[in-house]
């Protein structure tokens, strides 16, 4: 059988937002029992099935790859995440609905990732202002995914859930929430795993096939 041809894609976002649970249940449809955190990076792989129905369908490899999340504004911290980001074909940033500071963090995340975060210690996100012609340009897909959904009263989703919107019209992303203790957030059929989906299927086309609709030629 011929290898697949794969794709990366980064988990970013803060520490305890819930990162590897995340990557556990999209790759292994399984809740993860004991989440540790992830120092440096881990990698996880997803099947994906791109254009799935169609005539174009083709099975690819994602790989997930999930970034320790710790904050620090120093270069030396920077530089060793750094190494994780080369190469990248798509971005998830994942944050924490129950904590505000985490979704702020996700512009400084990914800046950060895309290299336009020049200045270390610049502040990205200024009372609640934020600039969006720094992702003017932007080609790498983003989605992003809030967590712990299951932690918020209902009488309160409506207004968190009104807070955290904003995100997606910033990043010109889809946006998903879940808790990552439920698969049933994230099944087959249902309007979260199609955003999945067609987030994945912009990733392979982006790395794999030109706008005009034809495969690019790439050599290992």
Not at 13 to 42: A, E, F, I, M, Y
Request: with cysteine; proline share 3%; charged share 25%.
């Amino acid at each position: 059988m011929a290898a697949l041809d794969r794709v990366k894609v980064l988990v970013l976002g803060d520490s305890g937002v819930g990162k590897s649970s995340l990557v556990h249940l999209l790759c292994q449809n399984q809740v993860l029992g004991n989440p540790s955190w992830t120092v440096g990076c881990s990698v996880d792989v997803r099947i994906h099935d791109y254009k799935e129905g169609t005539p174009e369908e083709k099975t690819y490899y994602i790989e997930l790859w999930d970034v320790g999340g710790s904050v620090g504004s120093a270069t030396s911290v920077k530089s060793t995440r750094a190494v994780f980001y080369n190469l990248l074909n798509g971005i998830i940033l994942v944050h924490d609905l129950t904590n505000k500071k985490s979704s702020q963090n996700l512009y400084r995340w990914s800046l950060e990732a895309l290299n336009r975060d020049v200045a270390p210690t610049g502040v990205l996100v200024t009372n609640g202002d934020y600039d969006r012609e720094q992702f003017a340009d932007n080609q790498i897909p983003l989605l992003v995914i809030g967590t712990k959904l299951d932690q918020i009263p209902e009488t309160k989703r409506n207004e968190v859930l009104t807070r955290t919107a904003f995100l997606a019209e910033d990043f010109n992303a889809e946006e998903i929430n879940l808790d990552c203790t439920n698969p049933r957030y994230l099944a087959a059929g249902s309007s979260n795993a199609v955003k999945l989906s067609r987030f994945f299927d912009k990733v392979i086309e982006k790395r794999y096939f030109l706008r005009d609709g034809s495969q690019v030629c790439h050599f290992s």
